[in-house]
């Protein structure tokens, strides 16, 4: 059975990765080098970015970190109250959480920015991070979390009705 503390240290665990990789990028590609991870897929290119996702609210350091303050807080909350209900939603808020702490923690000690490292040839898609990662799996799995636990849901309404309508109940 996973725990709480199986929460905790994978949270820590994602954190420091994503803090290890951002000073990896602040010591090697600060100086604006871009360093070909997979050639014509995706580099390492060196970027500050001050706002959120896709760089909305670029400059408001102070709504990010208190947007990511209380989204945090209420992802503890769920985590806590509902974490054990499943594996799914389990390990996509804690995935969810560890990309909020990482990237709240460059928003509050890099004078508000986030440094963002991994970037992609193929498509044209913003620079990102470790964090970032976290986030966007942590929210496709809590995506799939919602959509299999609405399909359980009816069909256990749908085998409800079933059996009070062969017991001629409306």
């Known amino acids: 059975m996973f725990s709480y503390m199986t929460a905790v240290i994978a949270v820590l665990m994602i954190v420091d990765a994503d803090q290890y990789t951002k000073l990896l990028a602040l010591k090697y590609l600060s100086d604006g080098t871009n360093k070909p991870f997979i050639k014509g897929i995706m580099n390492f290119s060196f970027v500050e970015n001050n706002g959120g996702a896709w760089g909305i609210l670029a400059g408001n350091r102070w709504i990010l970190l208190a947007v990511t303050a209380v989204v945090t807080a209420v992802i503890i909350f769920v985590l806590i109250k509902f974490g054990r209900k499943s594996k799914l939603l389990f390990w996509a808020l804690t995935l969810v959480?560890?990309?909020?702490?990482?990237?709240?923690?460059?928003?509050?000690?890099?004078?508000?920015?986030?440094?963002?490292?991994?970037?992609?040839?193929?498509?044209?898609?913003?620079?990102?991070?470790?964090?970032?990662?976290?986030?966007?799996?942590?929210?496709?799995?809590?995506?799939?979390?919602?959509?299999?636990?609405?399909?359980?849901?009816?069909?256990?309404?749908?085998?409800?009705?079933?059996?009070?309508?062969?017991?001629?109940?409306?």
Request: hydrophobic content about 45%; proline content about 1%; charged content about 25%.
């Open 97 to 170: 959480l560890s990309g909020g702490i990482g990237n709240m923690i460059d928003r509050i000690f890099r004078n508000g920015y986030v440094i963002d490292f991994l970037h992609t040839e193929f498509i044209d898609f913003p620079t990102f991070n470790v964090a970032d990662c976290a986030v966007v799996i942590g929210a496709g799995l809590l995506i799939l979390y919602f959509v299999l636990d609405t399909v359980k849901e009816m069909k256990k309404k749908k085998q409800t009705d079933k059996v009070a309508d062969e017991n001629g109940e409306d």
